[in-house]
């Protein structure tokens, strides 16, 4: 079971890789340190959403409503900021907000017990609304210089590197780790496959299986709380409707990256490929002044075959080591 | 099934409070004009929530109903405004026949493939829309062309009931009635309930799975046609994000996610609620900026209260089985 | 434990942080403007083979697909290459990657309808770094962020003329509603902002502006919307819409409807959109500029930019065309000229 997950992610990493190299040799323009900031920036909000998103998954739950608390926190953001708050204070509230909504998310799961694709569905269209009844269909745009420039900056204290280093990439970096090592070098990473393997069983073996899930949205919450602060920035622009539509993009990678939907498989590596070919991908096509409605069909396709094929093989290779056994048998 | 009874009666009460509110405070919005068109807009919902609630009573998900809507959408809107004599049965023939084929894809790789449907109707909600973006290029119909009989369609009656109103009563009140009086009903409660059980039991359960899908797909192009006689321009974006509200109505209605519970009339009446609301908020002048708050506040508390329900009735058989 | 000490070290921190004031919206630096303004050389000759990119606010959008042909035409007469690309939804962030596209693509000229007026700013000015003009239409972006915006008539003339439509529409008094298109929509805005001055005005004392309503220029949006209006206004005679999209929805409700002849719509619309609503009586009058005049316009602006003929300072001339000469205006903006009325007499004459 291990060995064949474990070739899905090997496939993807690769498969991404190629697709990498590929691009770089066939599209104008695309290995251009300026073209690395564009896909790191496109990229950006998907990568963080998907690392929380990821532990959700393997625990067998999901969280749909995240692209929503970005957009509340974005909506809060534009009206804190009319209202005369501080960038620095706004930002780490902005956060704490995030993980609230998150939290209540937490507590309808694993304190009522309802299903969290309900829920959450529920919490997108809820927060969504409140979003809209904060800033309505206005913008706030006037954000700082020195924090919007920073977003879509890039790194300057490394001359030799000439401003190839986005400074969100830092961010991106250190976040994957903390959440790579958590999940496979700990036992609270070993604890999450184990809930999502067998909830009962986990709870027998003594894992807090309740309290793991509410923390683990309250995560989920704060990190789209972020982001929603990194997208204002990043477009000057504080608005309700932003990022809408970004839960699916995020699940779709999470899923192509080969975690499986009903917990308990996957690894954050094949995520962050996930994120990766799917980006590069659309980046290459745009390039190529291929329409994103191509990309559309090439994401659905993907996230179908990346769960059918491993289906596929492993029947295919059931059947062979049958007909093997009984041939070894008869003879 | 007192259970049951209560869970639509709830929506009842809560539907006709509103309308009373709303009526008192502005008497216009029992006129005639505004009935007729709340039930215009609630029938497009209500045809796709039938085929989503039987699909989620088999403890599946469907989201690929509003690509599928617009692909059907786009596709009947095509044909009619290159051939304007064709009569509107075929339009509404080739609708279901486009929907029923995009949920047979569904249902094979769910049932075939054994990829859960979450992540199917996910992965083909990217690519019906693609191919209708592909297809239709940037282009759009418009109701200059198409034909009269057509776009009518959509505001005539059959002694005073709009068609379109008519279509969804049918389709909501005949697969409620499927649902609840034949075998195949039974069976597709049964399979939500427990698909091992189901299975084991002797259930057809890849016919009838198929058939779920195909049903959902087919009301999702049936309301594809209805989309383009009512609305009469037509893009690739037609129907974009339905199915969370299409979802939505179905949860409200008193449909479990986990299957095996709740009646397509129920999601009808979901439907009704959900549209009602957002015309009684336009009518009572709250802005309209609060309605997908109210909206997302009503499903957490549609399933807050089905699972309290749910919880006391499992206490108190609890209790019955202590006394015997 | 740690778990409380951990909030409160955290709790600590944000006390902090706001107690120490920092940046708030009214300590800020004001940004500079970039503009960067080498002298015109008016003689200059326009070059040829440059690369033109439309980006209008989104595709499958009647209207800027007829925006972007007159782009194309001119483009053609330049012999430069056109392109057209876009999002498929008008959202705020979704222009920025294309943006981000074109620069990479090295284009000469980019001709944007700005979705928001800031969200493209930073991508626009890294445009321009990049020695590429930015020419606005339709809805202009900050105007710190590109060289020059085609108006397609003054907000004034606009604004004057949806007044004088209603007036005559209302049979010079009752009630009147606006369907716009989404609530911070730059050229609407600012029209409804004139036609309020003009309602003001002693000649139109006897209408009354009861209620302005938002479609988002979503046709179904639209059309609810209209039905919204007519259930919450019994008494109401016009509705203006200056948006194609509001105006047809609006439109087609009517002419279904049981206020059909007793309820008026006009404001700007498209001929082809509308013909069957004139000509079944449900719109007697509305008016738009040659959208393809916008598009063509742009090109010869841009060329103008691009091969140093213009600055897009106030005051530069240039000729564009089969349209002539233009001067630009105040914050480089070029005025395209009056709006067409359109009426049952002369529809037949307009095909777009």
């Given amino acids: 079971m291990s060995r064949k997950l474990a070739s899905w992610d090997t496939a993807i990493i690769l498969l991404t890789v190629l697709v990498l190299i590929i691009a770089s040799l066939a599209v104008d323009n695309f290995g251009t340190s300026r073209n690395f900031t564009f896909m790191v920036l496109d990229l950006l909000p998907i990568i963080l959403v998907a690392l929380p998103m990821t532990f959700i998954i393997v625990t067998g739950e999901i969280d749909l409503s995240v692209a929503s608390t970005l957009g509340l926190t974005s909506s809060l953001m534009g009206w804190f900021w009319n209202h005369g708050l501080s960038i620095e204070t706004i930002i780490p509230l902005c956060i704490v907000i995030g993980a609230v909504a998150g939290a209540f998310n937490g507590f309808l799961i694993t304190g009522l017990g309802l299903p969290s694709l309900a829920v959450t569905i529920g919490t997108l269209a809820l927060y969504r609304g409140l979003a809209l009844v904060v800033l309505g269909d206005s913008a706030v745009a006037d954000f700082p210089f020195n924090y919007t420039g920073w977003v879509t900056g890039t790194l300057s204290w490394l001359p030799w590197l000439d401003g190839a280093v986005p400074n969100v990439l830092i961010l991106i970096v250190v976040l994957a780790l903390i959440f790579g090592v958590i999940l496979h070098a700990t036992p609270i990473g070993r604890s999450l496959y184990a809930i999502g393997a067998n909830a009962q069983a986990a709870h027998f073996a003594g894992i807090r299986v309740a309290r793991t899930k509410f923390w683990l949205?309250?995560?989920?919450?704060?990190?789209?709380?972020?982001?929603?602060?990194?997208?204002?920035?990043?477009?000057?622009?504080?608005?309700?409707d932003n990022g809408a539509g970004l839960e699916l993009a995020v699940v779709a990678a999470v899923l192509l990256g080969g975690v499986s939907i009903f917990g308990g498989k996957g690894s954050l590596p094949g995520v962050l490929a996930g994120v990766v070919l799917l980006t590069a991908l659309q980046n290459a096509l745009r390039l190529e002044d291929v329409s994103g409605q191509a990309l559309n069909i090439v994401t659905g396709a993907l996230l179908v075959l990346s769960v059918l094929l491993p289906n596929v093989i492993s029947s295919i290779r059931g059947n062979w080591q049958r007909r093997k056994l009984r041939q070894s048998a008869a003879s | 099934m007192n259970l049951l009874k209560t869970r639509e009666l709830g929506i009842v009460l809560a539907l006709a409070a509103l309308v009373l509110f709303t009526t008192i405070s502005n008497p216009r919005f029992l006129s005639g004009q505004s009935i007729r068109d709340n039930l215009l807009n609630t029938a497009i919902l209500a045809v796709m929530a039938a085929g989503q609630a039987v699909v989620v009573i088999t403890r599946n998900i469907d989201l690929s109903v509003g690509s599928v809507l617009g692909i059907s959408a786009f596709a009947v809107a095509t044909m009619m405004s290159d051939h304007p004599g064709l009569p509107m049965i075929v339009a509404i023939l080739v609708g279901l026949v486009v929907g029923a084929a995009a949920g047979l894809l569904n249902g094979v790789l769910v049932r075939y493939g054994k990829v859960p449907a979450l992540v199917v109707t996910l992965g083909t909600l990217y690519m019906y829309r693609g191919i209708t973006y592909s297809w239709a290029g940037g282009s759009q119909v418009n109701a200059d062309e198409l034909p009269p009989h057509f776009l009518n369609f959509a505001n005539d009656n059959l002694l005073g009931v709009p068609w379109l109103v008519l279509i969804a009563l049918v389709v909501v009140g005949g697969t409620s009635w499927v649902m609840r009086n034949y075998r195949v009903g039974r069976e597709l409660y049964a399979m939500g309930s427990s698909p091992q059980a189901a299975e084991l039991a002797g259930i057809k359960v890849a016919r009838n799975l198929l058939g779920a899908f195909v049903l959902s797909g087919a009301l999702a192009g049936l309301a594809g046609v209805l989309f383009a006689a009512r609305f009469g321009t037509v893009d690739a974006s037609a129907g974009t994000g339905y199915e969370l509200n299409v979802v939505a109505a179905v949860v409200v209605g008193g449909v479990a996610v986990f299957g095996g519970s709740g009646t397509v009339w129920g999601a009808g009446l979901g439907a009704l609620l959900l549209t009602v609301i957002s015309s009684a908020l336009a009518v009572l002048d709250i802005n309209q900026f609060w309605q997908q708050a109210i909206v997302g506040a009503l499903i957490v508390l549609a399933i807050g209260a089905d699972r309290l329900v749910a919880v006391r009735i499992a206490r108190s058989l609890r209790k019955r089985d202590a006394h015997v | 434990m740690?778990?409380?000490?951990?909030?409160?070290?955290?709790?600590?921190?944000?006390?902090?942080?706001?107690?120490?004031?920092?940046?708030?919206?009214?300590?800020?630096?004001?940004?500079?403007?970039?503009q960067t303004s080498a002298a015109a050389d008016p003689n200059a000759k326009l070059k040829e083979g440059l690369k033109i990119a439309y980006l209008p606010k989104q595709l499958n959008n009647p209207y800027s697909d007829v925006e972007t042909s007159g782009g194309e035409e001119a483009v053609k007469e330049l012999k430069g290459e056109y392109k057209k690309v876009g999002p498929n939804d008008a959202s705020a962030s979704s222009q920025v990657s294309y943006i981000n596209t074109l620069i990479q693509q090295q284009q000469d000229v980019i001709v944007v309808a700005a979705n928001d007026p800031n969200a493209v700013c930073p991508s626009l000015n890294q445009a321009r770094a990049a020695k590429i003009k930015v020419v606005t239409f339709d809805s202009d972006a900050n105007k710190t962020c590109r060289d020059a915006f085609i108006n397609q008539a003054t907000t004034e003339g606009i604004g004057q003329s949806l007044a004088k439509m209603a007036l005559e529409q209302a049979g010079g008094s009752g009630d009147i509603a606006v369907l716009s298109a989404t609530p911070n929509a730059t050229n609407q805005n600012a029209w409804i902002e004139v036609m309020k001055t003009e309602l003001a005005k002693p000649e139109y004392s006897k209408l009354k502006l009861v209620k302005i309503a938002y479609g988002n220029d979503d046709d179904q949006k639209s059309f609810?919307?209209?039905?919204?209006?007519?259930?919450?206004?019994?008494?109401?005679?016009?509705?203006?819409?200056?948006?194609?999209?509001?105006?047809?929805?609006?439109?087609?409700?009517?002419?279904?409807?049981?206020?059909?002849?007793?309820?008026?719509?006009?404001?700007?619309?498209?001929?082809?959109?509308?013909?069957?609503?004139?000509?079944?009586?449900?719109?007697k009058k509305f008016a738009l500029w040659n959208p393809a005049d916008i598009g063509y316009l742009a090109a010869y602006a841009g060329a103008a930019l691009a091969s140093g003929q213009i600055t897009g300072a106030e005051g530069d001339k240039f000729t564009a065309g089969k349209l002539g000469p233009y001067t630009i205006g105040k914050d480089g903006e070029i005025v395209l000229g009056p709006p067409t009325e359109f009426t049952t007499d002369n529809i037949d004459k307009f095909n777009f």
């Fill in chain 3, 2 to 34: 740690s778990r409380h000490r951990l909030a409160a070290v955290f709790t600590a921190t944000l006390l902090v942080a706001a107690g120490c004031g920092g940046t708030t919206k009214d300590n800020q630096s004001s940004s500079t403007d970039t």
């Fill in chain 1, 217 to 240: 949205y309250v995560v989920s919450g704060a990190v789209a709380g972020l982001v929603g602060v990194l997208w204002t920035l990043r477009y000057s622009s504080a608005r309700a």
């Fill in chain 3, 224 to 283: 609810q919307e209209a039905q919204g209006l007519l259930q919450s206004y019994p008494n109401l005679k016009v509705i203006v819409a200056p948006t194609t999209v509001g105006i047809a929805a609006a439109a087609r409700y009517i002419s279904s409807s049981s206020y059909k002849g007793k309820v008026q719509v006009t404001g700007l619309g498209l001929p082809n959109q509308m013909r069957q609503y004139v000509k079944d009586g449900t719109v």
